[in-house]
């Protein structure tokens, strides 16, 4: 509930609109599916506004070269990339050192999800492409795969559900576009990609670019969690709509 403080914040804040008509803690609109990769163990799509993030699994497989095998459990790999045509300048194909970031805390995002304990020497790879860029990637990214793992039936804990929050000027808001993102007035635009996971409810990613009060984060990471577990609801209705 907002409290008179954050009222007053907001009253404040240069950004009191959001430019789409969205209310502070509202998602874009989503779309998640399930199964989408026919040749892949598991596939899925996730897409909030203009954003969306194709994910796919393929695995347990043995680990090549055999040096990186771990004997006593699988290992996951995370791999991705921005396409070409995804954003309005060509963006040079090919991995780069955002692409390589964004990929290692993903794999660190989702490795609480799986029991890969049954698969030792084994590697579990996921693919994240991403076709349309307009802010929160690597969330999309995230919910696509956790999906797309269930999908696979690789031996899961729980789910992983992300978002990303952000301040603007004084003002606390959920699942940033791009437009957003750019802003620069006041204190401009601070982005804090969160994921929670279903059962446990910990933090497995949370990223900081920009500044913010003690206060002001621990509000940004409320609204995430309460917009993770909204995500999470159309992640279980996408899984449970599988025909196969
Ligand atoms: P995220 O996509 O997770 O928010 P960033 O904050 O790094 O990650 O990127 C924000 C947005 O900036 C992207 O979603 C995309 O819309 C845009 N962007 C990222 N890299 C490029 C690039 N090389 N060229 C043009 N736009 C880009």
């Known amino acids: 509930m907002r409290g008179f403080t954050d009222k007053m914040a907001e009253e404040k804040s240069k950004y009191t609109k959001r430019a789409d008509g969205r209310k502070f803690d509202e998602l874009r609109k989503v779309e998640a599916k399930v199964g989408i990769i026919p040749e892949a163990d598991g596939s899925a799509m996730y897409k909030s506004g203009d954003t969306i993030a194709i994910a796919s699994v393929f695995g347990p497989r043995t680990l090549h070269p055999q040096h990186m095998q771990n004997p006593e459990t699988g290992i996951l790999r995370v791999n991705y990339d921005m396409m070409s045509f995804s954003v309005y300048e060509r963006k040079r194909p090919g991995p780069n050192r955002r692409s390589q970031e964004i990929s290692k805390v993903t794999e660190w995002a989702l490795a609480p999800c799986v029991d890969l304990s049954e698969f030792p020497n084994s590697v579990v790879d996921v693919f994240i492409e991403i076709p349309q860029a307009d802010a929160g990637t690597r969330v999309a990214g995230i919910n696509a795969a956790a999906m797309a793992l269930a999908h696979a039936g690789i031996p899961m804990k729980e789910l992983a559900s992300a978002v990303a929050v952000g301040k603007l000027d004084k003002t606390i ?3 940033l576009s791009k437009e957003e993102e750019d802003f620069e007035e006041g204190e401009g635009a601070t982005d804090i990609p969160v994921c929670f996971l279903s059962r446990s409810k910990k933090l497995s990613l949370l990223q ?5 009060s003690t206060e002001e984060l621990n509000k940004a990471i409320e609204l995430g969690k309460k917009a993770c577990e909204e995500i999470n ?12």
Request: glycine share 4%; no cysteine.
């Open 173 to 175: 808001v959920v699942d």
């Open 233 to 244: 609801k159309i992640q279980t209705k996408a899984l449970k709509e599988i025909k196969e």
């Open 208 to 212: 900081l670019d920009g500044k913010i």
